[in-house]
């Protein structure tokens, strides 16, 4: 069992050296969920955040309502823990994900 955990905890320090020497360009968030190390399941409930806030925030653009603090709000208290706020919305916009949601949310920082 020993044996297998030093591998592990090698296998996590080879993984750290190899982000270092990537360029992340394009793929920030995607090193943001290695890095934070969040799992599967955190990144469908991250996508599903996202899209339920995107959902709200349509809804709220129809019926012609510009404020949109409630939105970023509920935002933060529903984001996975591992990660912050500013750091995700800035690097989903530059991956380009929910582009439309984070730049509105980017307006509450």
């Given at each position: 069992?020993?044996?297998?955990?030093?591998k592990?905890?090698?296998?996590?320090?080879?993984?750290?050296?190899?982000l270092g020497?990537?360029?992340?360009?394009g793929?920030?968030?995607?090193r943001?969920?290695?890095?934070?190390?969040l799992?599967?399941?955190?990144?469908?409930?991250?996508?599903?955040?996202?899209?339920?806030?995107?959902?709200?925030?349509?809804a709220q653009?129809?019926d012609?309502f510009?404020?949109?603090?409630?939105?970023?709000?509920?935002?933060?208290?529903?984001?996975?823990?591992?990660?912050?706020?500013g750091?995700?919305i800035?690097?989903?916009?530059?991956?380009?994900?929910?582009?439309?949601?984070m730049?509105?949310?980017?307006?509450?920082?």
């Open positions: 069992m020993d044996k297998l955990l030093a592990i905890e090698c296998l996590e320090f080879h993984q750290k050296l190899l020497m990537i360029r992340s360009e793929h920030e968030f995607d943001l969920i290695i890095e934070k190390n799992d599967e399941k955190e990144v469908r409930e991250f996508y599903k955040l996202c899209e339920d806030v995107s959902n709200d925030m349509e653009k129809a012609k510009v404020f949109y603090a409630p939105l970023f709000k509920e935002f933060v208290m529903k984001l996975n823990p591992k990660l912050e706020p750091e995700v800035h690097a989903c916009l530059q991956q380009n994900i929910y582009f439309d949601l730049k509105i949310l980017k307006k509450n920082l």
